[in-house]
């Protein structure tokens, strides 16, 4: 599958996620503390938006009163940064924080996991710095597909 077609995927489940959101599970506490469900949310959007206006040359504009600076601080990008990795990433490890925050369905497409897990391995190093991934995680034995990625960029499902 191409880069396009993981993206479109990611973004789908995602936005199912969003859709599914009670209104009262939008303070939820999430995975990425101290970050509650609408966090995670606004999260997705300024990378999606920050990402977007580094190709454009623009600066980005904050979503839903959160600026992208108060989300953490986000480096550059490299020249050389893999972005449709990137984009995938934000799109599929958030979409089980959302989920596992608000209770909702944390399956995630299993063809996108494994596209992007192996996209993001080579950028390990990269990831791990404290504005990205949290400590890997080691997975149980026998673990499936989505649990070694979600413990790959630091979650423990």
């Not at 999260?43 to 190709?55: F, P």
């Not at 990205?132 to 423990?156: H, I, M, N, S, Y």
Request: charged share 25%.
């Amino acid at each position: 599958m191409d880069h396009a077609e993981a993206f479109k995927r990611a973004s789908d489940g995602f936005a199912a996620r969003i859709r599914a959101v009670r209104p009262d599970r939008w303070h939820s506490p999430s995975p990425c503390a101290p970050w509650t469900a609408r966090d995670v949310v606004a999260h997705v959007i300024n990378e999606q938006r920050r990402m977007l206006s580094t190709v454009r040359g623009v600066d980005p504009e904050p979503v839903h009163g959160v600026g992208i600076a108060e989300m953490g601080t986000i480096p550059e990008l490299a020249a050389d940064a893999d972005l449709a990795a990137a984009w995938d990433q934000v799109g599929s490890g958030h979409t089980w924080d959302l989920a596992r925050a608000t209770g909702g369905d944390e399956r995630l497409d299993p063809d996108v996991v494994r596209q992007v897990h192996e996209a993001l391995k080579p950028l390990e190093e990269f990831f791990r710095q404290p504005w990205a991934f949290g400590p890997k995680v080691d997975a149980p034995p026998g673990a499936d597909a989505q649990t070694e990625f979600l413990c790959f960029v630091g979650r423990k499902p």
